[in-house]
Structures are given as C-alpha cells and as structure tokens.
C-alpha cells in the first residue's frame, strides 16, 4: 500500500469527478469542448487539491491524446525543449490529434521558460494544460496567457469533501475492509482546507493507525492523531500554505517578532519571493488600508524591488517590509465597504444611473435631461454640494464606515461636517 489513498482514488473519467460541476458537469462549456475533442490550450487556477492535475489527466485520456507532463519546480528550458521534440515525434504515432503537454505550478515558470513553449503552442505542436494557484494573469506571459483559456477551480464544498471519505471507506481495496463509522467530520474538514489531497492524507493516516477493524472517527480521535502526526501526513507541501497564513495573521496582529519568525521559515524554504511580495501587497490594502497609506507604496516598492534583486538580498528588503506593516496601524475599512458594496450591487441589480450625474454628450441625451440640475462640487463652498449620488432605491445607504485611527478618524469628521450626518457619520 505505498501508493497514497489520493493517487489510489484519483478520478479516471469525467462521470467520476467529484467537483467543478461548473466546468464538467452535463452542460458545462469545458465539457462539451472536451466531448467535442476541440481542446483549447487552458491555464487551469484554483487552490492547492481541487483536481487540476486529474482534470488535465482526464481531458488527454477522454480525448485519446498523448501525454506528457513537466513540474515547473525541477525542470528548465532544456527540460521543456526536450518535451516538446518529443511531443512533435509522436505526432502521428498513436493519433494524429496534437498531444498534451501538461505543466504543474507553471507560475513558477520564468519568462524565458514560458517563452520556449509559445512557438509550440502557436504551431499547434502541443495542447498546453497548465496548472497555478496563483492568479495567472500576474504569473503567465501575456503572450501565452492570450493563446489560453483560463478555467476558475473552486474550493470542494463541505458536501464534495464528504462524499470523498465515503468514497474513500467504499471504493479502496485496502480502506473498505474497515469498519469506518464517520461519527463526527467538523476537524477533518477543518484540517484539510478543502483541500481534497491533503483530506485524504489526514484520512488514511488516521485509518490505517489504528489496529482494530472498526475505527470510530471523532474530533477529538482526529485531533490526537494528527498532532502525533504533523510530519507524516504534511509530506506533499501542503504546510506552505498553513505557514503563509501563520505569517498573515501576524502581521495583521501587529507581531512583528512572529512576522519575521514565519517569514524566516519560507525563506529557509526556498519560497518564491514574488509570492511573498505579492501576499505583503494585499496585506498592505486588505488590513492596513487607509489607516496608513504609505503602507501600500512600500508593499508595492518592496513587490518590484525584490522581483529585481532576488535572493539573498531580498530577504532584507522583505523583513524591512514585514516589520513595517506589522507596527502600522490596521483598518479593514475599505475592504469591508467594497464587500458590502458588491453584496448590494449583486441583491439590488443593474439600477439605473440617477439622470443629473449622467454623461450628456449629444443635444438629445441634454434635452431628455441627463446632467440637469448636477451641482458641480467646485463651484460651492469648500468644493461640496450636498446631493445624491447613488440610484434612488438604495439612497442614504451607508457602505463605508472609516476605522478606529488617526487618520481615518479625520476622514470621519470631513465627511461629517460635509454631510451633517447623513450617513451617519
């Protein structure tokens, strides 16, 4: 049984895929493309054990391609050379469809990489799958990423992950001659993230530890074998992305000691520095914000700055930043108004632009009254005239609420003294 539980039930055919109904199910575009065998070169996105690396495997056996597949960790420009001329030779062999060249983490790619695949892709050498949970349009050349389509993979759902480890306890040779009671799920779920793998993982970790044939699976049971356990079951990487959120909640909570801790740990890694930069610049918006501006301009300094530099001068400029933004001040407030702010737009639909703040550039447009009675802000006293700007049916609607902090508190009292506490400011 060396071969993991994950491997032992990886889907084979569409009809078995679990998840991304949304892509695969009965009416789904990449369905049909695929029982149409008309495959597009895609750039697969999604979080770590959602299924891209089966779904690539899938579209070349359903389509009866040859497959060939590189990791963007270990192989360089040679190593994609070399698959290429050996996609070309079996052009013809087996089929006379193109083959599939499939590469895993293809954000980790550089340029020059990525570059060596577009002549191949362009003349119709190989289908290209790749794989990235990283947001393809900062990692993948523009020119490749216009000769892809991009599919979006979500998340299993609390459904999807237990019909997993039903699947699990029925299907595999070794784990159905258990009596498996799946009495309580919350900490598994919890401990897998939704990642599919890494559920299976913690699974038959727990299944196969135990020497009696029934194994009643609790919180508390799951909880004690994998604190046992922490090395054993996170063989696969999957650690990368509890120490990135380790380092996140840190700086959110202002320690900058931890900070520098856990990005010590990735840097010992090997991790990607772009990856670090990039979470820093969220960071810099989604938890600092407007409590502290700068903060942004230094995350986006420190993004190209070491995007240039590399390591190990890097680790410098990353721990400056870190520090930075861990002692800055936090506010969620913009984040959180541009949450409520697409929830309303999503409830409320496409309501129309109120006729005085409308664009008014024919004499037609001007006569049915668009722009009339716009009171134009420079005009008045302080540069403000009290009027609507929202759509009639949500007016008054309050989506912003500035943070707890110097300088957003200023915030709060221009807006009063401008509104008189209309928003209720």
């Not at 050349?141 to 979500?154: G, T």
């Not at 969220?282 to 986006?300: K, Y």
């Not at 008054?396 to 506490?421: C, I, M, S, V, Y």
């Amino acid at each position: 049984m060396n071969t993991p539980l994950a491997e032992r039930l990886r889907p084979r055919t569409l009809d078995s895929y679990l998840s991304q109904q949304h892509l695969v199910g009965p009416e789904a575009a990449l369905r049909k493309q695929i029982e149409k065998d008309v495959i597009p070169s895609l750039i697969l996105w999604g979080p770590p054990g959602v299924g891209k690396t089966t779904l690539a495997n899938i579209i070349a056996t359903e389509s009866g391609r040859p497959f060939f597949t590189l990791s963007a960790i270990s192989s360089g420009v040679k190593d994609v050379r070399e698959v290429i001329e050996k996609a070309k030779k079996s052009d013809g062999l087996f089929t006379t469809k193109n083959p599939i060249l499939f590469i895993d983490e293809i954000h980790r790619f550089s340029k020059s990489q990525q570059d060596s695949l577009l002549g191949a892709v362009e003349k119709g050498w190989i289908t290209l799958i790749g794989a990235t949970t990283e947001n393809p349009s900062f990692e993948v050349i523009p020119a490749l990423l216009s000769r892809s389509q991009v599919y979006v993979l979500k998340p299993f759902s609390k459904e999807e992950l237990i019909a997993l480890l039903k699947r699990a306890m029925t299907k595999d040779e070794h784990l159905s001659k258990k009596l498996i009671d799946l009495k309580e799920t919350e900490t598994l779920l919890r401990l897998s993230g939704g990642d599919a793998r890494k559920l299976l993982n913690i699974f038959e970790l727990i299944v196969t530890s135990e020497e009696t044939e029934k194994v009643v699976i609790t919180n508390k049971m799951v909880l004690h074998k994998v604190q046992q356990n922490t090395v054993r079951y996170d063989k696969t990487g999957e650690q990368h992305y509890d120490i990135i959120s380790a380092f996140i909640k840190s700086i959110r909570g202002s320690d900058p000691n931890a900070a520098v801790y856990w990005l010590a740990r990735m840097i010992e890694g090997g991790e990607d520095v772009k990856f670090i930069a990039r979470r820093l610049l969220i960071l810099a918006s989604e938890d600092i914000g407007n409590a502290n501006p700068t903060a942004l301009i230094l995350a986006n300094n420190t993004f190209q700055a070491v995007s240039t530099i590399g390591y190990p001068e890097s680790r410098i400029i990353l721990s400056q930043c870190c520090i930075y933004l861990a002692t800055s001040p936090k506010s969620n407030a913009s984040y959180r108004a541009i949450n409520e702010a697409q929830s309303l737009v999503r409830k409320t639909g496409d309501l129309p632009v109120p006729l005085e703040i409308r664009n008014a550039p024919t004499k037609l447009m001007k006569d049915l009254g668009y722009g009339e009675d716009y009171k134009y802000a420079h005009s008045y006293e302080n540069n403000f005239a009290a009027a609507e700007f929202l759509p009639k049916e949500i007016s008054n609607t309050t989506l912003f609420q500035p943070g707890n902090n110097q300088r957003e508190q200023a915030q709060r009292d221009f807006l009063h003294k401008r509104w008189k506490g209309k928003y209720g400011y």
